[in-house]
């Protein structure tokens, strides 16, 4: 049985002057296993295609008119919420938090900056949650470049908690 896509249409977000991401990741949240995500914009989403892709989703965009897109984006075999280590499903057997930081009132790039800030100190194996104003994309890079692993969640009011578990394959960081 072949379920119909989750349609979502960011046009009106977009024309009011909003940020549609916060839209698109409930909508990926809310997938069920094996749905796809039928996006509408007033433009092609292309920087949208590598988020959704470290998710394990592939898009496949069509123009439908005058500077209007469709775009589907199509689990792949396994999709990242299955796989990653670090999806918001994992984290069994990790630590409480040593520390907890609310991010959400500072304005970029200070939210990533503060929370690298705060894992660098962390001992390897510990972590720390954040409260961050907007799914930190540009974060997650860093983080994997650093080796450290987390698990985040898009929070009801668009805000985005992150727990992020510093790197155990070093010491300590300064």
């Known amino acids: 049985m072949t379920v119909s896509p989750y349609d979502l249409d960011v046009r009106p977000i977009l024309r009011n002057g909003g940020e549609p991401l916060g839209a698109v990741m409930a909508a990926v949240a809310a997938l069920a296993p094996g749905q796809s995500l039928r996006l509408l914009a007033p433009f092609k989403p292309v920087p949208l295609f590598q988020v959704l892709a470290s998710r394990g989703f592939e898009p ?34 990790w630590p409480e938090p040593l520390l907890e930081m609310d991010n959400r009132d500072l304005d970029p790039p200070e939210p990533m900056v503060r929370t690298l800030r705060a894992v660098e100190i962390l001992e390897p194996g510990q972590t720390l949650a954040a409260l961050l104003p907007r799914e930190p994309l540009f974060l997650f890079e860093e983080l994997q470049r650093r080796g450290h692993k987390w698990r985040g969640s898009l929070e009801a009011d668009g805000s985005y908690r992150i727990v992020i578990r510093a790197s155990i394959s070093g010491g300590p960081r300064t």
């Open 60 to 93: 496949s965009a069509r123009e439908i008119g005058a500077s209007e897109w469709e775009v589907i984006f199509t689990p792949t075999a396994t999709t990242a919420r299955e796989t990653d280590p670090n999806a918001a499903a994992s984290g069994a057997g």
